[in-house]
């Protein structure tokens, strides 16, 4: 007998009771750890209590090769004994998941959130570093004297900034050490296996990442700027050259910072959770790119002015590189030299000597200005390089300039396609459920005209689109809910729906089970004011359980004359509880109940419903729902027994009491017709808040044009600029002619006597004026055209048409100097510009595709359809066939499906519109013309709208009637063979208002259920393109298993007067009896012709006497007149004919 272990751990026993059970189970268990963590720990223990000897060799030498390959260097486990092989004990110890957490508590999670946290703190150290590293280049300074220094305070601030971000560099190296990483084998699996052991993480980030990382750490701009390199003499070469070793380390760190951004956008959505981060994180590149390049733009024009310097130097005997150098600038020899060189009129802002694309830098003198001044000017200018994609430079054949434009000109148009990109993705995420809702309500409007809808009835549709695009935003509540697990969703209704669902008397004893399985398939449904909800009478298809709003419920007994029940229901509420007595009841039925009341909403309601199906679903499979103590608590709450009861106590109060019951009913009547006619006042006094409401849909359209065109704002800027600079021209003269006051330049001091003696001595008409004495800078032109002077009307309109200049251009074509408000204006122009464009580009393309949206999908289903034809080598007579239709379809919906918007609408716009459309197409059927209008919606509900061109075989004889057609447009063929029979033939035209496949009635109002669908009588084929509605057989069938009306007999001899199947019949039975009556006639005649012969044989025979040779004549002669004999004739009667079956060549 086999060995049995058994081994104890706490309360549960793990019992092994084969040798050969313990080997598969080992090798299945370690196999799929990944799987089975607690398995496998249950495993291990069994393991450590010396299970390990019941296993072969084999078994062991295969766990220990598996383990050998997954686990990831080892660590000796001391805390529990083990025996048998040492190796494999230790390899054992490593492969639970638990003994991860005691490897060492210093190893962080990649994915953990303190490391999520780090790395957001590390991307904020990372992009001030970005920044901070160009501020390195506006530290050299040109001197008043021809010589470079460099800028004290900007270097100790910047190095100080520098060394705090260097230091977060050096803490990520640390950290790197001490994170843990995934192991690649264990990928395939989930999300991988962790690996914690410090030794193989050093080692992997030491051949990876480390030298990059540490690369990016060394503190290159503090050792370029605080420790001269090379020989002090060589001033370019320590002052300028030597600064561009610094963009190697920038470079290397905006490839991390990169990486970085993107592992946090994948990982955590910092970038990708909202749309307008990505797009303002975008905007920041930009800004950060027009940061560096106006920072090599200054470098640059530094490096230009001090080679300038050197070749003039070079020429000049007298001359030495180090008199550059303002550390130097008192030296004799210098001093002696300085007046009598060249190099202040060559290397001044002259033409003597190409500048190229530092040109304005120099004629600026942007070298000697402050920080702010020449910041803001370096700013502006590469925001511009980088927005004109470098169109507007004008470079020197200088190689260093030829390649910087070429950088800017690619650079430029990278950062501008993905600002573009980036900001289209954010219109798209704000606006795409606005777009979706305008898109549809663009079809809407083109159904409704279409199908000629009254303009109530748009009114409706319109209000109702309105209010649910209010209450959702576009949001589908039901697919965000199908994309969450089971366990969140049900917690989600359970937290919505709960309260509700126990609301109800029935469903407030049930246990959370049953609850949860309600709550799960309740629907949201909303509807405005004076949706009708519910009718008496229809088929009660859900029930409404009530979240807001208030709706009026009454009924009047089925039609009963005097009665009248009436209630308000409202938040907590619920209706529509036929159809729980018809969910509990233990007898399989597909007749669904009928409703009791009508219910009306009274303002807009917002409620969650149960359709039958899922309401019998429960009811099936919670057997706890047809206990009778439910049934008898549901009875005492339902509004349903409530009025049956009241019924039964008003009948016997009739027979006790009858003329005193008929004052008082007629009494409360009175009262509540006058309650109703009040509530009604109050209601339609009520605002429904939708005029209110539509007024946001202009806040969520986006962009308008008039927000984009921001000219006016940016013009009269511009022109108050323009004043503030002609005013500060006038100041710096005033101040430097002793005469002058502040006070002069007042219009109301005009006329004094001192301003009048200074004015026309004064320098600021030929200084301030439009020379080149004073630069203006940007409102150079308004200085030029006197635009300060001018009447409103001149000066506003151009004003707003430099403003819409300076937009469109995103300020390509401005000129600035150094002035600090004009940089400042100038990048305020050229952001504003960036965005207002990619928001104008934006929308544009929104209104494109939203007016364009069915057009393109129409293509896009064209060109599917013309590969499909082609891979399926279609004959050229399909594939134009196919065609036609499709243009044929398109041309008469443009692309609108009209059941999904059908599908939108709620049930009580969905039956007038049907009813509209379709209920005069449905009274043409004689059979349908006597039917209510109960039925009648019930049918028109249920059709559905078909097309089709010329020659299209809709209905072929033979094949099975699937559908009953109502024609609206279009004539169509109809005939018949009778099965084929030889020589029967009968052929009609039906057009608008007649219908076809009149087959399906007869088998609809059987009361033997059938599942065989009854096939063709007639061919009918399309003369012209053809509009109709189709009435399916499986909803026929619906319809006339609700409505019993339909199987009376007075509707069954109409139906078959005006059938065209019926009228065929009746042919063939006239024709069958038109032939049995002539052949009686036939034979009556001859009956009566022979009679006249005998009698005239007779008269013969008497005048001869009787002869005997008479007989023998008479015989003769009377052969020959009759051809065959009467009694033969009278002997057989003309049998009855059978029913027609077409089917059969033996019928009449």
């Not at 002052?239 to 070793?245: A, E, M, P």
């Not at 109702?464 to 969450?484: F, M, N, P, Q, S």
């Not at 979240?547 to 005097?562: F, I, V």
């Not at 899922?614 to 919670?622: E, M, P, R, S, Y």
Request: aromatic share 10%; proline share 4%; hydrophobic share 40%.
């Amino acid at each position: 007998m086999p060995e049995t272990t058994v081994v104890t751990r706490g309360s549960c026993n793990y019992g092994l009771r084969k040798r050969e059970h313990i080997e598969n189970t080992v090798i299945g268990f370690c196999y799929l750890k990944v799987f089975a963590t607690h398995t496998c720990t249950h495993f291990r223990f069994l393991y450590e209590q010396n299970v390990q000897s019941l296993l072969p060799y084999d078994v062991t030498e295969y766990l220990q090769m598996r383990f050998d390959a997954d686990v990831e260097t080892p660590e000796p486990d001391t805390s529990s004994p083990k025996t048998g092989d040492p190796k494999l004990g230790k390899k054992l110890s490593r492969v639970f998941s638990e003994d991860y957490k005691k490897t060492d508590e210093t190893i962080l999670d990649p994915r953990g959130k303190s490391m999520n946290q780090w790395n957001h703190l590390f991307l904020i150290a990372a992009l001030i570093s970005l920044a901070v590293d160009p501020l390195f280049f506006y530290l050299p300074v040109v001197g008043e004297d021809m010589c470079l220094k460099e800028d004290k305070t900007l270097k100790i601030t910047v190095t100080l900034i520098r060394t705090i971000v260097d230091i977060f560099y050096a803490i990520k190296i640390y950290v790197r050490f001490r994170t843990a990483y995934v192991a690649p084998s264990s990928r395939l699996l989930g999300r991988g296996e962790l690996i914690l052991d410090s030794s193989s993480i050093s080692e992997r980030y030491i051949k990876g990442e480390f030298w990059l990382d540490f690369l990016a750490t060394l503190p290159i701009p503090q050792v370029m700027t605080w420790f001269h390199i090379v020989d002090k003499s060589e001033m370019m070469s320590t002052k300028t050259s030597v600064l561009y070793f610094i963009m190697i380390q920038f470079f290397l760190r905006l490839y991390l910072t990169f990486r970085l951004g993107s592992h946090i956008s994948k990982q955590a959505g910092l970038v990708a959770n909202v749309a307008w981060v990505g797009a303002a994180y975008n905007l920041v590149l930009f800004m950060l790119a027009a940061h560096v390049i106006g920072s090599m733009w200054y470098l640059l024009a530094i490096e230009r002015q001090g080679l300038c310097w050197v070749q003039i130097c070079d020429v000049e005997t007298e001359c030495k590189h180090r008199y550059f150098d303002c550390v130097n600038v008192n030296l004799p020899l210098r001093e002696a030299w300085y007046p009598t060189s060249n190099v202040t009129s060559i290397c001044a802002a002259t033409d003597d000597y190409q500048y190229g694309l530092v040109e304005d830098a120099v004629n600026y003198k942007v070298a000697s200005a402050n920080f702010l001044k020449k910041y803001f000017y370096c700013l502006w200018w590469g925001l511009r390089g980088l927005s004109s994609a470098g169109q507007e430079l004008q470079a020197s054949p200088f190689l260093a300039e030829s390649v910087f434009c070429i950088l800017i000109g690619i650079t430029g148009l990278i950062l501008f396609a993905l600002l573009i990109g980036n900001m289209q993705q954010y219109l798209d995420s704000r606006t795409k459920r606005l777009e979706e809702y305008r898109v549809k309500r663009m079809d809407t409007e083109q159904w409704m005209h279409h199908r000629h809808l009254p303009h109530e009835l748009r009114e409706r549709v319109r209000k109702h689109d309105l209010y649910k695009w209010i209450t959702t935003r576009g949001v589908d509540e039901e697919e965000i809910l199908k994309a969450l697990p089971q366990d969140i969703r049900r917690d989600i209704k359970r937290y919505v729906c709960a309260e509700l669902v126990r609301r109800v008397p029935l469903f407030d004893q049930m246990d959370e089970r049953t609850i949860d399985a309600i709550c799960e398939r309740l629907k949201p449904v909303i509807s405005t004011g004076g949706t009708c909800l519910v009718r008496e009478g229809d088929p009660t298809n859900e029930m409404l359980f009530i979240m807001r709003g208030h709706l009026d419920s009454y009924t009047t007994g089925g039609g009963r004359s005097g009665f009248f029940n009436q209630c308000e229901i409202g938040p907590g509420d619920f209706c529509g509880e036929e159809l729980l007595t018809w969910a509990l009841d233990p007898r399989p039925s597909v007749i669904i109940p009928s409703s009791t009341r009508t219910v009306t909403s009274i303002s807009e309601v917002e409620a969650f419903a149960l359709t039958s199906k899922d309401l019998k679903f429960v009811a099936t499979q919670f057997r706890k729902l047809h206990s009778k103590k439910l049934r008898h608590t549901f009875r005492v709450h339902s509004h349903q027994w409530r009025t049956w009861a009241a019924c039964f106590i008003q009948a016997a109060w009739k027979r006790y009491k009858r003329r005193k019951e008929a004052s008082l009913l007629k009494a409360k009547e009175t009262s509540s017709i006058h309650n109703i006619s009040k509530r009604m006042n109050r209601s339609n006094r009520k605002e429904t808040g939708l005029s209110m409401l539509a007024t946001s849909l202009r806040r969520e359209r986006g962009f308008d044009i008039d927000d984009i065109i921001r000219s006016p704002v940016i013009g009269s800027m511009w022109y108050l600029l323009a004043i503030e600079r002609q005013g500060l021209c006038w100041v710096q003269i005033c101040d430097d002619e002793t005469e002058c006051k502040h006070r002069y330049f007042d219009c109301v001091n005009v006329n004094l006597p001192l301003r009048e003696a200074w004015y026309p001595t004064s320098n600021v008409t030929s200084i301030c004026a439009a020379t080149d004495d004073y630069q203006y800078g940007l409102v150079e032109d308004a200085v030029n055209y006197k635009v300060a002077s001018a009447n409103f009307l001149k000066k506003y309109f151009y004003c707003l048409w430099w403003g819409l200049r300076g937009l469109s251009s995103a300020g390509q074509e401005l000129q600035a100097s150094p002035f600090l408000a004009e940089s400042v204006f100038c990048i305020l122009i050229g952001i504003t510009g960036l965005i207002l464009f990619a928001l104008l580009i934006g929308n544009m393309q929104q209104y494109l595709d939203s007016r364009t949206k069915r057009l393109e999908e129409y293509r896009v289903k064209r060109m599917d359809t013309e590969q499909w034809m082609h891979h399926r080598h279609l004959p050229h007579e399909l594939r134009e066939r196919v065609r036609k239709h499709d243009l044929y379809k398109w041309i008469t919906t443009r692309g609108v499906d009209e059941e999904e918007i059908l599908k939108a609408l709620p049930q009580d716009i969905r039956r007038d519109i049907k009813r509209y459309v379709c209920a005069e197409l449905v009274r043409r059927v004689p059979l349908f013309d006597q039917m209510d209008e109960r039925t009648i919606d019930a049918i028109c509900e249920r059709l559905k709208p078909v097309i089709s061109t010329g020659g299209t075989c809709l209905v072929r004889e033979g094949d099975p009637t699937n559908e009953m057609l109502f024609i609206m447009r279009g004539h169509l063929d109809s005939y018949t063979t009778g099965g084929g029979r030889s020589g029967f033939f009968n052929q009609c035209e039906i057009g608008p208002g007649d219908f076809c496949g009149e087959e399906l009635l007869t088998w609809a109002l059987d009361p033997r259920p059938s599942v065989i669908i009854p096939s063709s009588t007639r061919t009918v084929t399309s003369i012209s393109e053809v509009e109709a509605f189709a009435l399916t057989s499986k909803d026929l069938k619906f319809v006339a298993t609700q409505f019993r009306k339909l199987h009376s007999k007075k509707l069954r001899h109409t139906f078959r007067v005006h059938s065209h199947q019926w009228r065929t019949w009746a042919a063939c039975f006239i024709q069958a009896a038109w032939k049995r009556y002539k052949r009686r006639k036939e034979a009556s005649l001859l009956k009566a012709k022979e009679t006249s012969s005998t009698h005239n044989i007779s008269k013969r025979m008497n005048r001869s006497n009787r002869k005997e040779t008479g007989v023998s004549m008479l015989a003769t002669s009377l052969r020959r007149e009759r051809g065959f004999d009467i009694d033969d004739i009278i002997r057989s009667p003309v049998p009855k004919p059978k029913d027609p079956e077409f089917l059969d060549d033996s019928s009449p």
